[in-house]
């Protein structure tokens, strides 16, 4: 992986959609895990939806599941986020991020910020009630 760039984000309505990309570009990126991250003014990042690229593996957190999707797009080497029903408290900067996988452990790590070697730029999203 060599550069990472997210796109999709802006202000929305509550229980609107919003749909966040992430081009990578760089070679590996079929062995990598990805995950999209989320970061409010003042509190920590945190993670929201991880996916083990090679199979299709998805995490997500309590926060958001069964409203947010993870997917990935092997051939365009691109991470996408599929954000329905938003509820204000889904506002913050989204990011990015992968590293090499290992797939044995990446399930009790995929939320945790240091486990990733490379992160994008980051996408605002707010979501107003």
């Known amino acids: 992986v060599e550069r990472m760039v997210e796109s999709g984000g802006g202000s929305v309505q509550a229980g609107e959609s919003l749909t966040l990309s992430c081009a990578v570009s760089g070679y590996g990126y079929y062995s990598t895990c990805m995950a999209w991250f989320r970061q409010a003014p003042g509190k920590e990042r945190e993670g929201v939806a991880g996916?083990?690229?090679?199979?299709?593996?998805?995490y997500y957190s309590d926060s958001v599941k069964g409203r947010f999707t993870i997917s990935q797009d092997n051939a365009k080497n691109t991470l996408y986020l599929q954000m329905n029903s938003l509820k204000p408290e889904d506002t913050g900067m989204y990011y990015c991020?992968?590293?090499?996988?290992?797939?044995?452990?990446?399930?009790?790590?995929?939320?945790?910020?240091?486990?990733?070697?490379?992160w994008g730029q980051g996408t605002q999203v707010t979501v107003s009630s």
């Open positions: 996916i083990v690229n090679s199979v299709g593996i998805t």
């Open positions: 991020a992968a590293t090499t996988c290992n797939r044995l452990t990446y399930g009790a790590t995929w939320y945790v910020s240091s486990t990733f070697n490379y």
